[in-house]
């Protein structure tokens, strides 16, 4: 059971490159996220899918874009890198009837922005 | 918007020794949620809270919500090193996006023999 799946787990990109990190979850779940992580902080919030063909700003979305292809996929994309995006993504999804359901993650992708 | 504080953000204890962890949030919010990181590792949930005076247990571990104080706090009991993890609390970003969760900083828990 694979739960949510993130592809790459790592990347290194340089200044000014484009890139987009895929997350797929087989759960059927609705909802799903795009959050970042910082050394030693908690998570941001970048973007929120509320089902297919539906997307929300969070906390910090700017300088990225993302497409709710279908209900399985959730796709971040940087359009030209910079080093502030050096990070770690998570994608996570939730189902239920939302609010009353966890998020589940995945197990992250490590950017670094040279 | 929802902004959450943990405190402290730092823990180091000795096993067998209880301490508590507090998550204060900054507007009205009926729901809060748990998490566990253990280093390098994706996030797992640990409890949902969703009213007030809600009390969730698991092992050592048990979690509580006050919306009134706008406090939850996660308890240990007799720590053990395996519960050695960093630890997060998480609301609704806003009472219009209950959908968003924001996170707070996360609280680094290490327990020593």
């Known amino acids: 059971n694979a739960g949510v799946t993130q592809t790459p787990k790592f990347q290194v990109l340089k200044t000014g490159q484009s890139m987009t990190l895929q997350c797929a979850q087989d759960?059927?779940?609705?909802?799903m996220y795009w959050y970042r992580q910082d050394p030693g902080m908690g998570l941001r919030l970048i973007y929120y899918?509320?089902?297919?063909?539906?997307?929300d700003k969070g906390e910090v979305p700017n300088g990225y874009n993302v497409s709710r292809l279908n209900k399985r996929e959730f796709s971040l994309r940087l359009e030209s890198a910079a080093p502030s995006q050096t990070s770690v993504y998570f994608c996570?999804?939730?189902?239920?009837?939302?609010?009353?359901?966890?998020?589940?993650f995945g197990n992250g992708t490590r950017l670094t922005v040279t | 918007e929802l902004k959450v504080e943990q405190n402290p953000l730092f823990l180091s204890m000795q096993e067998g020794k209880n301490y508590t962890i507090y998550c204060n949030y900054s507007?009205?919010?009926?729901?809060l949620y748990w998490y566990r990181q253990d280093p390098g590792k994706s996030l797992e949930s640990l409890f949902v809270?969703?009213?007030?005076?809600a009390v969730k247990q698991e092992g050592r571990l048990m979690a509580s919500l006050d919306t009134k104080a706008r406090l939850s706090t996660l308890h240990i009991t007799a720590a053990v090193h395996d519960l050695s993890a960093t630890y997060f609390c998480?609301?609704?970003?806003?009472?219009?996006?209950?959908?968003?969760?924001?996170f707070g900083g996360g609280t680094r828990l290490m327990v020593k023999p």
């Open positions: 996570a999804s939730r189902g239920g009837r939302g609010w009353n359901s966890p998020l589940h």
């Open positions: 759960m059927n779940h609705n909802s």
């Open positions: 899918s509320a089902s297919e063909g539906t997307t």
């Open positions: 507007t009205t919010s009926d729901r």
């Open positions: 809270l969703l009213s007030n005076g």
């Open positions: 998480a609301g609704p970003l806003d009472l219009g996006a209950g959908n968003m969760l924001t």
